[in-house]
């Protein structure tokens, strides 16, 4: 285990047709690290995860895994996924399930073990068929771990799952990063990132358009939204510091800023006028749009 | 990973367990009760020949199961529910045919006996004495073990006054006018007859050869248009192609013989064919006339403790050969017909010289195969065809409630009909048949004769000289009416007598037993000819042979005339058409037809 | 390659197989039509019906026919509607994520076809057996049973390649549409024999016609073709539909296809 990164994708650009799903993406996953790969549906993060686990083919660019291409036999020993899938098959029972991944691989985990560590204990002789979502989801997170991977892919692991049940995974999850194992989870909940994760690689619309630890994603996508009737123009607000977007809807200005105690003092110097103000939070798409406009428009900050 | 491994043992236990199970459920599948090897200790009345493969009359079917009872065929099909004490015999590898049927055959001395050894269950007899029919009848209405093939027959053929089967020596009541036609159809009736034979030849087909006087053709219409009143089938003996259309346009049902003299075009055949006549064409007689030698290669093949000593004669005898291509025409006119659709029954007009009772029939089949017939239609002319142009009730197929009469024969015979020789078992009316010739008797050893020539000149009266003596020979010993007296008259052997009616090949005459008991035959080998003086009153003779264990046969002949003065005569003595002849039992010098008194002489009667 | 990692690729096949079987074992809308259903026709139609005709030919041949349906049916639903269901919900991309050996998977799946197919033959030969009175050589029971399982490798193939094409239900529907008209098509019902000469020419281009002719062969009730015809044609159609199997997959991976955008769910 002495590779720098545990697994990379350099230079990937990967197309469906006249669809591309990822463009120039570099990715990298540190050793021993939680790297959760955030963005919205059709971002190209299941793309990226199926290129590392070696089953959708490398189009142009490179991805490795343990330094080796991504399908090798010796990197499917020590690597587990959890997959966007409706199941494994109902007929047979959890601890079936279980003995026949274990099979897949050298050195397994003791199943015992397995059922602890995805808090499954006391079902593993019911049928697939007959569990729950959030136990189906155990189960597929305890046939990720089957094979005591170094690497573990979680792909939307909580997706459609309710809020309960998603917080309980996440503490399988959290345990499960106290062991020291590289994972990688995709998800579009930055509530969910922010919780497992020691990095986000942000994703959107096939590029990363951001990069780094979960305070400073969190910071850069707590953008707002100002509105209110001004005659403040759109352009005489883009100047101001924090600013990501301006845009005149109707009778409103809507401007979208990382700074709006900042921007409302401003407009109040401008137009002492101005009426029907209202700050709101904006939306995970809005955070991700700011970062885009980041990331879209490399000239100085406006 | 020592605990993951247990699912993985335990599976291929459950795997190795269940498969034994399975090849142990398998073994324990019922199998078939084993069945008797073919041949061995042959199951006879009520049994089964199981697994063979069939023909039934029509087609081939393979795999086949035939239950006998009681002299019945009681069911057949592929794996019959068999009762489980049924004896079998297991026919794999073989093919079980329906008793043959010989279309064409003369009855006399042991032919039935011979038949039936080479696989012939019922003949169709076209002239015999008509004294036979009325046994014949009972014999083939009763299911009981016989040694003789059912006789069916018609019994006295129609001709004119001195017309072809006066010859032959046997009572023939000849027709002059169309007017006796229904009196003489119903005398036939009364005698057992089972259908008319008729006459149609004047032997112009013959090239001229032989000069019969014929039926004309009102009385031939006459004949059929009785026949059909009776409900009797009128069957017309034809060798040439004209006689032979006109027959069919009388309404004739039948005609006993293919035409040699000239091809049939393809719209007279088709005319025949629209008809409804059915031809016997008796290749095996026709073909050895020409030099054919398909009998004799038949003879070859067959194991010799099988033939009787007429079988060996008849085939031997070479007293019908000549040379011509009337042969191959019979064949061709063979080809056509079956092509036109004329059905087609297999007879041999066995045991005419060329030809032997029941083992003809094989080569008989193998002449039609070489006609262009198909397997199966060689097989149903010989079978299922003969049965129902005559018809012949319960015979001809292997079917349910027909006579259990049966043949079964090693090998594949669709695939070639030679192998119908190789006989295992013959079942008649559900009896195994055994196959030994019923006239068998050991023949005394074969003596030696001194080396040089052997000459008997008479010197010293009649017995005088080599071997035991002259006497007395007439056709007597088969059945036959004729006489004849010796006397030593002058130093040479004077023999007079009257050839009568009685044996088909009649004869009277001298001959000289040249064992040192009468029918002990001697090795001749070395020398070559036969040469002795004559004279007498003009007619012809013929010298005839007897070899080894030859009674009861039509021993071969070689003809001579004795004319007013004396003259030698040196016949080569393979002139005699048998397998040896320097093994001679005796030499007869007889008077043959036509029918008569005659008087000749011999003297220095010489083998050198 | 060590002892220890041949034992483990080995027990891979075994385990896969084992739960390939425990899985449609405890399918009732697999196990069911497959196991049952050709025990049941049998029973009806050669053992009921046929054993009322004089001769035990009906339900002789029938019991090769039936045998060879028998085996039909869990290599064509195995394959066909099985392989396409598997990867409609993940599982094949799942597994191929392992190191589990593609080849595990499809032997066993046949493994599970030759398992459902020995018990629905010995069903059927014990049916018939005991019911119908058959009577065969033994070699015939023997080499019956191994001729009609050795049809798992063109059914399977036959499977594989309507697998490979259809997707989810689709692939039942297509699978009951070949399975069907291909088995009275090709005589294993009734013999093709009382069909037009038409349809008799039709049953010559399918592989139940062939496997079945070839199973018939053993009790010498086939139509009498050579037997090498039958061997040639099955062995030139199990390639042919694995070229076809293969062709699809690649068209259509293993499941990769849910990951086009807006494919994600």
């Not at chain 3, 037009?196 to 592989?207: G, K, R, T, Y």
């Given at each position: 285990?002495?590779?720098?990164?545990?697994?990379?994708?350099s230079?990937?650009?990967?197309?469906?047709?006249?669809?591309?799903a990822?463009?120039?993406?570099?990715?990298?996953?540190?050793?021993?690290?939680?790297?959760?790969?955030?963005?919205?549906?059709?971002?190209?993060?299941?793309?990226?995860?199926?290129?590392?686990?070696?089953?959708?083919?490398?189009?142009?660019?490179?991805?490795?895994?343990?330094?080796?291409?991504?399908?090798?036999?010796?990197?499917?020993?020590?690597?587990?996924?959890?997959?966007?899938?409706?199941?494994?098959?109902?007929?047979?029972?959890?601890?079936?399930?279980?003995?026949?991944?274990?099979?897949?691989?050298?050195?397994?985990?003791a199943?015992?073990?397995?059922?602890?560590?995805?808090?499954?204990?006391?079902?593993?002789?019911?049928?697939?068929?007959?569990?729950s979502?959030?136990?189906k989801?155990?189960?597929?997170?305890?046939?990720?771990?089957?094979?005591?991977?170094?690497?573990?892919?979680?792909?939307?692991?909580?997706?459609?799952?309710?809020?309960?049940?998603?917080?309980?995974?996440?503490?399988?999850?959290?345990?499960?990063?106290?062991?020291?194992?590289t994972?990688?989870?995709?998800?579009h909940?930055?509530?969910?990132a922010?919780?497992?994760?020691?990095?986000?690689?942000?994703?959107?619309?096939?590029?990363?358009?951001?990069?780094?630890?979960?305070?400073?994603?969190?910071?850069?996508?707590?953008a707002?939204?100002?509105?209110?009737?001004?005659?403040?123009?759109?352009?005489?607000?883009?100047?101001?510091?924090?600013?990501?977007?301006?845009?005149?809807?109707?009778?409103?200005?809507?401007?979208?800023?990382?700074?709006?105690?900042?921007l409302?003092?401003?407009?109040?110097?401008?137009?002492?006028?101005?009426?029907?103000?209202?700050?709101?939070?904006?939306?995970?798409?809005?955070?991700?749009?700011?970062l885009?406009?980041?990331?879209?428009?490399?000239?100085?900050?406006? | 990973?020592?605990?993951?491994?247990r699912?993985?043992?335990?599976?291929?236990?459950?795997?190795?367990?269940?498969?034994?199970?399975?090849?142990?459920?398998?073994?324990?599948?019922?199998?078939?009760?084993?069945?008797?090897?073919?041949?061995?200790e042959?199951?006879?009345?009520?049994?089964?020949?199981?697994?063979?493969?069939?023909?039934?009359?029509?087609?081939?079917?393979?795999?086949?199961?035939?239950?006998i009872?009681d002299?019945?065929?009681?069911?057949l099909?592929?794996?019959?529910?068999?009762?489980?004490?049924?004896?079998?015999?297991?026919?794999?590898?073989h093919?079980?045919?329906?008793?043959?049927?010989?279309?064409?055959?003369?009855?006399?001395?042991?032919?039935?006996?011979?038949?039936?050894?080479?696989?012939?269950t019922?003949?169709?007899?076209?002239?015999?004495?008509?004294?036979?029919?009325?046994?014949?009848?009972?014999?083939?209405?009763?299911i009981?073990?016989?040694?003789?093939?059912?006789?069916?027959?018609?019994?006295?053929?129609?001709?004119?006054?001195?017309?072809?089967?006066?010859?032959?020596?046997?009572?023939?009541e000849?027709?002059?006018?169309?007017?006796?036609?229904?009196?003489?159809?119903?005398?036939?009736?009364d005698?057992?007859?089972?259908w008319?034979?008729?006459?149609?030849?004047?032997?112009?087909?013959?090239?001229?050869?032989?000069?019969?006087?014929?039926?004309?053709?009102?009385t031939?219409?006459?004949?059929?248009?009785?026949?059909?009143?009776?409900?009797?089938l009128?069957?017309?003996?034809?060798?040439?192609?004209?006689?032979?259309?006109?027959?069919?346009?009388?309404?004739a049902?039948?005609?006993?013989?293919?035409?040699?003299?000239?091809?049939?075009?393809?719209?007279?055949?088709?005319?025949?064919?629209?008809?409804?006549?059915?031809?016997?064409?008796?290749?095996?007689?026709?073909?050895?006339?020409f030099?054919?030698?398909?009998?004799?290669r038949?003879?070859?093949?067959?194991?010799?403790?099988?033939?009787?000593?007429?079988?060996?004669?008849?085939?031997?005898?070479?007293?019908?050969?000549?040379?011509?291509?009337?042969?191959?025409?019979?064949?061709?006119?063979?080809?056509?017909?079956?092509?036109?659709?004329?059905?087609?029954?297999?007879?041999?007009?066995?045991?005419?010289?060329?030809?032997?009772?029941?083992?003809?029939?094989?080569?008989?089949?193998?002449?039609?195969?070489r006609?262009?017939?198909?397997?199966d239609?060689?097989?149903a002319?010989?079978?299922?065809?003969?049965?129902?142009?005559?018809?012949?009730?319960?015979?001809?197929?292997?079917?349910?409630?027909?006579?259990?009469?049966?043949?079964?024969?090693?090998?594949?015979?669709?695939?070639?009909?030679?192998?119908?020789?190789?006989?295992?078992?013959?079942w008649?009316?559900?009896?195994?048949?055994?196959?030994?010739?019923?006239?068998?008797?050991?023949?005394?050893?074969?003596?030696?004769?001194?080396d040089?020539?052997?000459?008997?000149d008479f010197?010293?009266?009649?017995?005088?000289?080599?071997?035991s003596?002259?006497?007395?020979?007439?056709?007597?010993?088969?059945?036959?009416?004729?006489?004849?007296?010796?006397a030593?008259?002058?130093?040479?052997?004077v023999?007079?007598?009257?050839?009568?009616?009685?044996?088909?090949?009649?004869?009277?005459?001298?001959?000289?037993?040249?064992?040192?008991?009468?029918?002990?035959a001697v090795?001749?080998?070395?020398?070559?000819?036969?040469?002795?003086?004559?004279?007498?009153?003009?007619?012809?003779?013929?010298?005839?042979?007897?070899?080894a264990?030859?009674?009861?046969?039509?021993?071969?002949?070689?003809?001579f005339?004795?004319?007013?003065?004396w003259?030698?005569?040196?016949?080569?003595?393979?002139?005699?058409?048998?397998?040896?002849?320097?093994?001679?039992?005796?030499?007869?010098?007889?008077?043959?037809?036509?029918?008569?008194?005659?008087?000749?002489?011999?003297?220095?009667?010489?083998?050198? | 390659?060590?002892?220890?990692?041949?034992?483990?690729?080995?027990?891979?096949?075994?385990?896969?197989?084992?739960?390939?079987f425990?899985?449609?074992?405890?399918?009732?809308?697999?196990?069911?039509?497959?196991?049952?259903?050709?025990?049941?026709f049998?029973?009806?139609?050669?053992?009921?019906?046929?054993?009322?005709?004089?001769?035990?030919?009906?339900?002789?041949?029938?019991?090769?026919?039936?045998?060879?349906?028998?085996?039909?049916?869990?290599?064509l639903?195995?394959?066909?509607a099985g392989?396409?269901?598997?990867?409609?919900?993940g599982?094949?991309?799942?597994?191929?994520?392992?190191?589990?050996?593609?080849?595990a998977?499809?032997?066993?799946?046949?493994?599970?076809?030759?398992?459902?197919?020995?018990?629905?033959?010995?069903?059927?030969?014990?049916?018939?057996?005991?019911?119908?009175?058959?009577?065969?050589?033994?070699?015939?029971?023997?080499a019956?049973?191994?001729?009609?399982?050795?049809?798992?490798?063109?059914?399977?193939?036959?499977?594989?390649?309507?697998?490979?094409?259809?997707?989810?239900?689709?692939?039942?529907?297509?699978?009951?549409?070949?399975?069907?008209?291909?088995?009275m098509l090709?005589?294993?019902?009734i013999?093709?024999?009382?069909?037009?000469?038409?349809?008799?020419?039709?049953?010559?281009?399918?592989p139940?016609?062939?496997?079945?002719?070839?199973?018939?062969?053993?009790?010498?009730?086939?139509?009498?073709?050579?037997?090498?015809?039958?061997?040639?044609?099955?062995?030139?159609?199990?390639?042919?539909?694995?070229?076809?199997a293969?062709?699809?997959?690649?068209?259509?991976?293993?499941?990769?296809?849910?990951?086009?955008p807006g494919?994600?769910?």
């Amino acid at each position: 285990m002495s590779e720098p990164d545990i697994a990379r994708l350099s230079g990937v650009t990967h197309r469906y047709g006249s669809v591309v799903a990822l463009e120039e993406v570099d990715l990298e996953v540190r050793r021993g690290e939680v790297l959760a790969v955030l963005g919205p549906n059709g971002a190209g993060k299941t793309t990226a995860i199926h290129l590392l686990l070696g089953s959708l083919p490398v189009q142009t660019g490179k991805a490795t895994v343990f330094g080796q291409r991504p399908d090798a036999p010796g990197v499917r020993a020590r690597r587990g996924a959890m997959l966007q899938i409706s199941g494994v098959p109902d007929t047979l029972t959890v601890s079936e399930h279980i003995d026949l991944f274990r099979a897949y691989y050298p050195t397994p985990l003791a199943a015992a073990d397995l059922l602890a560590m995805a808090g499954i204990e006391g079902i593993e002789g019911r049928r697939f068929g007959k569990l729950s979502g959030g136990q189906k989801q155990r189960v597929m997170f305890a046939l990720a771990l089957c094979g005591d991977p170094h690497l573990v892919f979680l792909d939307e692991p909580t997706a459609g799952l309710d809020v309960e049940v998603r917080r309980g995974l996440w503490e399988e999850i959290r345990r499960h990063r106290e062991s020291g194992r590289t994972t990688v989870l995709t998800t579009h909940y930055l509530e969910e990132a922010d919780a497992l994760a020691d990095r986000i690689v942000v994703l959107h619309r096939g590029r990363v358009i951001a990069e780094g630890a979960p305070s400073t994603i969190k910071s850069r996508t707590a953008a707002r939204r100002v509105r209110c009737v001004t005659r403040v123009t759109v352009d005489a607000v883009a100047s101001v510091p924090g600013v990501v977007r301006s845009e005149t809807r109707g009778q409103h200005l809507e401007v979208l800023t990382s700074r709006p105690e900042a921007l409302v003092r401003e407009l109040f110097d401008r137009d002492p006028d101005l009426h029907d103000l209202t700050v709101v939070g904006a939306g995970l798409e809005e955070a991700f749009l700011a970062l885009t406009r980041e990331s879209d428009e490399p000239e100085p900050v406006r | 990973m020592k605990a993951g491994n247990r699912s993985g043992t335990r599976s291929l236990w459950i795997l190795a367990v269940a498969a034994a199970g399975f090849i142990a459920a398998l073994a324990t599948l019922p199998v078939p009760e084993s069945a008797a090897a073919p041949g061995q200790e042959v199951p006879e009345s009520r049994f089964a020949v199981v697994d063979v493969t069939l023909f039934d009359g029509e087609t081939f079917r393979r795999n086949q199961d035939v239950w006998i009872e009681d002299g019945r065929v009681r069911g057949l099909g592929p794996r019959l529910r068999l009762p489980e004490d049924l004896p079998r015999v297991d026919g794999r590898g073989h093919t079980l045919l329906p008793g043959l049927i010989d279309g064409h055959v003369h009855t006399f001395g042991g032919t039935l006996n011979d038949a039936l050894r080479f696989g012939v269950t019922s003949v169709l007899d076209q002239f015999t004495d008509p004294a036979l029919l009325t046994g014949a009848r009972a014999a083939r209405d009763e299911i009981a073990r016989t040694a003789e093939a059912d006789l069916f027959s018609a019994g006295m053929l129609a001709t004119a006054p001195g017309g072809h089967g006066t010859q032959f020596g046997m009572a023939v009541e000849p027709l002059t006018e169309p007017a006796s036609a229904a009196a003489w159809v119903r005398a036939r009736k009364d005698e057992g007859s089972d259908w008319i034979k008729i006459i149609s030849e004047d032997g112009a087909a013959h090239g001229g050869e032989l000069q019969f006087p014929a039926l004309d053709r009102e009385t031939i219409g006459a004949l059929i248009t009785a026949a059909h009143a009776e409900e009797l089938l009128a069957v017309v003996h034809v060798t040439g192609i004209e006689r032979a259309l006109e027959a069919v346009s009388q309404g004739a049902d039948g005609l006993v013989h293919v035409w040699i003299d000239e091809v049939i075009a393809e719209e007279d055949a088709r005319r025949v064919a629209e008809a409804g006549v059915f031809v016997v064409p008796t290749l095996s007689v026709i073909a050895s006339m020409f030099g054919d030698s398909t009998g004799l290669r038949v003879l070859d093949e067959t194991d010799e403790e099988l033939i009787s000593p007429m079988q060996w004669g008849t085939l031997g005898d070479r007293s019908y050969l000549r040379t011509g291509t009337e042969g191959e025409a019979a064949l061709e006119n063979v080809r056509r017909l079956h092509e036109a659709g004329v059905r087609i029954v297999a007879g041999t007009d066995a045991p005419n010289p060329g030809t032997g009772a029941g083992i003809s029939m094989h080569s008989e089949l193998r002449l039609l195969a070489r006609a262009g017939l198909a397997s199966d239609a060689v097989l149903a002319a010989a079978t299922s065809a003969a049965a129902e142009a005559f018809r012949i009730p319960e015979r001809g197929r292997i079917a349910e409630g027909h006579v259990a009469d049966l043949v079964l024969v090693r090998g594949d015979v669709e695939s070639d009909v030679s192998h119908t020789t190789g006989i295992v078992t013959i079942w008649k009316d559900g009896y195994a048949v055994a196959r030994e010739p019923a006239a068998t008797g050991s023949a005394p050893e074969i003596a030696s004769a001194p080396d040089g020539p052997i000459v008997v000149d008479f010197e010293d009266g009649i017995d005088a000289g080599f071997g035991s003596g002259w006497q007395v020979t007439t056709d007597a010993m088969n059945g036959g009416a004729s006489t004849a007296e010796l006397a030593v008259e002058a130093g040479a052997l004077v023999v007079r007598g009257e050839t009568k009616a009685g044996f088909p090949f009649p004869w009277a005459g001298a001959i000289w037993f040249t064992g040192p008991q009468p029918m002990q035959a001697v090795d001749f080998s070395g020398r070559t000819t036969l040469r002795f003086r004559t004279r007498g009153d003009g007619r012809p003779y013929t010298v005839m042979l007897f070899g080894a264990g030859a009674a009861g046969t039509v021993p071969p002949a070689v003809p001579f005339t004795a004319g007013p003065e004396w003259a030698v005569v040196e016949i080569p003595l393979e002139s005699f058409s048998t397998a040896d002849p320097t093994i001679i039992a005796g030499l007869a010098f007889v008077a043959q037809a036509p029918l008569g008194s005659f008087t000749f002489e011999l003297d220095d009667v010489e083998i050198r | 390659m060590t002892a220890a990692t041949r034992a483990h690729r080995w027990r891979i096949y075994v385990l896969e197989a084992r739960y390939q079987f425990l899985m449609v074992l405890r399918e009732p809308a697999f196990a069911i039509p497959t196991l049952l259903f050709p025990l049941i026709f049998y029973l009806f139609f050669g053992v009921v019906l046929g054993a009322r005709s004089f001769s035990a030919a009906a339900p002789t041949y029938m019991l090769a026919t039936y045998s060879v349906f028998g085996v039909m049916g869990p290599s064509l639903f195995g394959f066909g509607a099985g392989l396409a269901m598997e990867r409609d919900s993940g599982v094949l991309l799942l597994k191929r994520t392992t190191p589990m050996p593609a080849a595990a998977y499809l032997l066993a799946k046949v493994a599970m076809a030759i398992a459902f197919g020995a018990a629905v033959i010995l069903g059927i030969f014990l049916l018939g057996a005991h019911g119908a009175g058959v009577v065969l050589y033994r070699w015939q029971w023997f080499a019956l049973a191994g001729v009609v399982l050795a049809g798992v490798i063109p059914f399977c193939a036959l499977g594989l390649a309507v697998g490979a094409w259809s997707r989810g239900r689709g692939a039942v529907a297509i699978t009951n549409l070949v399975f069907l008209p291909m088995a009275m098509l090709s005589g294993l019902w009734i013999p093709i024999t009382i069909f037009p000469a038409a349809l008799q020419d039709v049953a010559n281009a399918l592989p139940a016609y062939h496997q079945a002719q070839l199973a018939l062969k053993i009790i010498d009730m086939d139509g009498g073709q050579a037997t090498l015809l039958h061997v040639a044609v099955l062995g030139v159609q199990s390639l042919a539909l694995l070229a076809v199997a293969a062709f699809g997959f690649r068209r259509a991976g293993t499941g990769a296809v849910s990951m086009r955008p807006g494919g994600t769910s």
